[in-house]
Antibody, heavy 117, light 106 residues
Framework: QVHLEESGPGLVKPSETLSLTCSVS????????WSWVRQPPGKALEWIGF???????DYSPFLKSRVSMSVDVSKHEFSLHLLSVTAADTAVYYC???????????WGQGALVTVSS | SYELTQPPSVSVSPGQTATVTCSGENLGNSYVCWYQQRPGQSPVLVIY???KRPSGIPERFSGSKSGNTASLTIRGTQLVDEADYYCQAWDSSTYVFGPGTKVSVL
């Protein structure tokens, strides 16, 4: 059974960089695609992007200028970096298995990140 | 940008059938997935490739698509099915989620 767990700061200051890591167990970090999805409080799910172990990645056109993702195969984890955050980036951030049109079939428990000074 | 449309809410009595629809301009050209999100929990995939059920998802959940409208049907709805349901499609290298439908079991 695939298990994913997000980790990272719960509070980020405006204009700084939001960084989260997703630890993967029970799955193949090197042969699957991995995605990030966020959900602002009381709102709908929003796809951020996906990454593959080779470094191949694709991002939401709405966030593309501020997002980067990477995979560390040796640590069985993948990461999200979102630059120049504002209050509008406050959300629960989920990592999930899936990408490149594949369904998101396993999700982490989510990490609430608040952007505030 | 590509958008999906869902009704904000659907109400159903226990044991009855609930149907949630999802419409989009190019939905006929894309596989549709459905996710269930109970309050305070992570989303769970309940339907993929329009009508397939992942292992462990009860048979009362089914999916279908006709033209540019996809549907999620819950037959014999139970109290535990009360949740938000999101449709999702793939368009131009982008995952698009619908706005979600709150299914209330009254």
């Amino acid at each position: 059974q695939v298990h994913l767990e997000e980790s990272g700061p719960g509070l980020v200051k405006p204009s700084e960089t939001l960084s989260l890591t997703c630890s993967v167990s029970g799955g193949s970090i090197s042969t699957d695609y991995w995605s990030w999805v966020r959900q602002p409080p009381g709102k709908a799910l929003e796809w951020i992007g996906f990454v593959y172990s080779t470094g191949l990645a694709d991002y939401s056109p709405f966030l593309k200028s501020r997002v980067s993702m990477s995979v560390d195969v040796s640590k069985h984890e993948f990461s999200l970096h979102l630059l120049s955050v504002t209050a509008a980036d406050t959300a629960v951030y989920y990592c999930a298995r899936g990408g490149l049109s594949a369904p998101l079939d396993h999700w982490g428990q989510g990490a609430l990140v608040t952007v505030s000074s | 940008s590509y958008e999906l449309t869902q009704p904000p809410s659907v109400s159903v009595s226990p044991g009855q059938t609930a149907t949630v629809t999802c419409s989009g301009e190019n939905l006929g050209n894309s596989y549709v997935c459905w996710y269930q999100q109970r309050p305070g929990q992570s989303p769970v995939l309940v339907i993929y490739q329009d009508s397939k059920r992942p292992s462990g998802i009860p048979e009362r959940f089914s999916g279908s698509k006709s033209g540019n409208t996809a549907s999620l049907t819950i037959r014999g709805t139970q109290l535990v099915d009360e949740a938000d349901y999101y449709c999702q499609a793939w368009d131009s290298s982008t995952y698009v989620f619908g706005p979600g439908t709150k299914v209330s079991v009254l």
